[in-house]
């Protein structure tokens, strides 16, 4: 990884139902950030929040959403896909860009909560379906999301970049199995819908329990089903400092990342030098021991028995 300038960006969604006009000015609006940004902070990275070409909850059922979106490729060419205009930016300006949109599966069934990377010649370097749909938005819980099943880590110029979603970052396996694999940048485009602290938290820890960068970009404003998010995109180092910090206004936070300090100190700024490696350091020894533990696992802490996300509890 070499040192370059990252950004987070959060816009709202167009106001009103989701129709073939308000994606593609949810897409326009977006690449229009793109471009503003980097033109204001020099940004090699632009991130942009998930589902950013629609907002999070479309208001609509998933057939119809899966008309509105577009297939995405793992790698190649962005031509013909809901974000070929964002791509075209990208390559106007010479940057990558991280943006989450939903994608078409292979039947009006199957929606994919998805991210794509898009590198500085306008080509999608890698694509990433999120693997941990919210209990709100997995299919299986009444929602329109299909899961998906692979990682994502690209080689890119700045670094080795790894992708999750949201709600992803509270797994922790997730993050491990990209820094595993190389990954030094994590980028996180989100639409979260919980409090700031949890946000906060969860691209902290996942920053610091892998040494790595993560990019937190948190849509503002209302989707098309009037749920409001409230921002506070940032930026993490890999001693889960936080570089930059945004409020709940559109716009976006911008930092220099740079692999020779960020592992440089104990803590931020200090004369003492870290000396241990959350990688090297793991006692896989223990971790082996209770393989069969950690695959069955389920939460003993709450009850079995839980309520929906979005109708509220009641005694019975």
């Not at 997995?138 to 110029?157: K, L, Q, R, S, Y």
């Not at 919980?194 to 790595?212: C, G, K």
């Not at 921002?231 to 945004?246: L, Q």
Request: hydrophobic share 40%; net charge negative.
């Amino acid at each position: 990884m070499r040192a370059f300038t990252a950004a987070a960006v959060q816009l709202a969604p167009v106001a009103g139902p989701l129709t073939a006009e308000s994606v593609a000015a949810n897409v326009a609006k977006c690449a229009a950030y793109v471009r503003d940004c980097v033109a204001a902070t020099g940004a090699e990275l632009v991130v942009l929040p998930e589902s950013a070409t629609t907002g999070f909850t479309p208001g609509i059922a998933a057939e119809a959403l899966w008309e509105l979106m577009t297939e995405l490729p793992a790698s190649g060419s962005a031509e013909g896909t809901v974000v070929a205009p964002i791509a075209s930016a990208a390559q106007e300006l010479g940057v990558h860009v991280c943006v989450g949109t939903y994608e078409r599966g292979p039947s009006p069934a199957v929606v994919y909560n998805s991210s794509v990377l898009i590198g500085p010649d306008g080509s999608i370097l890698g694509r990433y379906r999120k693997t941990h749909p919210f209990c709100s938005e997995i299919v299986t819980g009444g929602g329109w999301v299909t899961p998906g099943d692979t990682v994502a880590v690209c080689e890119t110029d700045l670094g080795k970049i790894g992708m999750i979603i949201c709600f992803d970052g509270d797994y922790p396996e997730l993050s491990r199995i990209q820094a595993v694999q190389g990954a030094e940048v994590i980028c996180r485009p989100s639409a979260l819908l919980r409090s700031a602290d949890i946000w906060e938290l969860t691209s902290r820890a996942r920053a610091y329990d892998n040494h790595v960068y993560v990019i937190g970009a948190n849509a503002v404003g209302a989707d098309p089903a009037g749920v409001l998010y409230f921002g506070n995109s940032h930026i993490v180092t890999p001693v889960a400092h936080i570089m930059a910090k945004a409020a709940t206004h559109e716009g976006w936070v911008s930092a220099r990342l740079d692999p020779e300090e960020a592992l440089a100190s104990l803590t931020p700024g200090s004369n003492i030098g870290q000396a241990f490696d959350h990688l090297r350091d793991r006692n896989l020894d223990l971790i082996r021991g209770h393989r069969d533990e950690l695959e069955r696992a389920a939460s003993t802490s709450f009850p079995h028995k839980h309520h929906s996300f979005s109708e509220p509890a009641t005694e019975e």
